[in-house]
């Protein structure tokens, strides 16, 4: 990690204004393919440079579990899902837990849901991914939608099929759709990331803005979408819990005039002196040569 990277990262866990510090990313460490950053201050305020339009938070209920923990049966564990669990997470890299983290092997954790505790525009975007069963499409499944057990000992080995995007007239022998309420959804925490203005979206004040994903950013910008996983719970494994809950956040801003003048003078700044260095790295390449072709560089060396 670059010098300032690391001053930057310090300063976000360790300011004042932090009220819930994720110390499992210092013991752990984080997938490399997380590439999400709180934007924003969870202090209240607003990010330095840009005005906030909208605010939005939600909080969720949700059970973690293990890996470890699959082949045990329910509260504790998810063995009538066992197989089908594996056989989704087969299909993808990791994501990690809550900002990314990896606990690696058998501790890595997953999220299950009740289906319909999931916002509904969340819903809607898991079945228009799934819609496209090509094997090379299910490495974007972020989200593992499974049925419950019709009875105790039945065993689930596959997802639910996806609804079709289209409505056509059900043909005699098409299974009837499962209620959402028959089912669970099953995934790494860092899944959430992907769409996480979604989860807020809902009868808010800017739900047109926060269901545009293309204006999701994972930093700030002009016209942007931002929004972070502010607080996480842990259960109570010691009790057998698997219980936790998790707030979401999603601001909608865009950049003032002051934040734009400033932006562009530590940018001019930037590419300064990124010139001037690379001006020096080949003035002394250009005298490393002249020294060869002169032999001054050899009888240094003697």
Not at 58 to 69: P, Q, T, V
Not at 166 to 185: F, H, L
Not at 189 to 199: K, N
Request: include cysteine.
């Amino acid at each position: 990690m670059k010098t300032g990277t690391a001053l930057a990262f310090l300063c976000l866990f360790f300011s004042p204004s932090h009220a819930s510090i994720n110390w499992d990313i210092f013991e752990h460490g984080v997938v490399k393919t997380f590439k999400w950053t709180r934007s924003f201050p969870d202090d209240g305020s607003e990010p330095g440079g840009f005005d906030v339009h909208c605010r939005v938070s939600g909080n969720f209920h949700a059970k973690m579990y293990r890996l470890s923990d699959l082949p045990f049966d329910p509260p504790s564990g998810l063995s009538p899902w066992h197989d089908g669990i594996e056989d989704f997470l087969g299909h993808l890299d990791y994501m990690g837990s809550w900002d990314g983290v990896d606990h690696k092997g058998q501790d890595r954790e997953i999220v299950v849901m009740e289906y319909v505790d999931v916002p509904e525009p969340v819903r809607h975007w898991i079945e228009e991914q799934q819609a496209d069963e090509r094997e090379d499409n299910k490495k974007k499944w972020y989200f593992g939608v499974f049925e419950k057990p019709k009875k105790e000992g039945d065993k689930i080995h596959t997802t639910v099929k996806p609804r079709p995007t289209t409505s056509p007239s059900p043909g005699a022998n098409d299974p009837p759709a499962i209620p959402d309420k028959d089912k669970i959804v099953v995934f790494p925490a860092a899944s959430v990331y992907e769409v996480l203005p979604l989860w807020v979206s809902k009868r808010s004040s800017c739900e047109r803005a926060l269901s545009n994903l293309a204006k999701y950013k994972p930093q700030a910008e002009d016209d942007a979408i931002l929004a972070w996983v502010m607080d996480h719970s842990k259960p109570d494994r010691a009790l057998g819990k698997r219980d936790m809950r998790f707030r979401i956040e999603a601001l909608s801003v865009t950049e003032t005039e002051d934040g734009k003048r400033t932006r562009l003078m530590w940018e001019k700044l930037h590419r300064t002196v990124r010139r001037n260095e690379r001006k020096i790295q080949k003035e002394e390449r250009l005298k490393a040569r002249e020294e060869l072709k002169s032999g001054r560089g050899l009888k240094d060396e003697l």
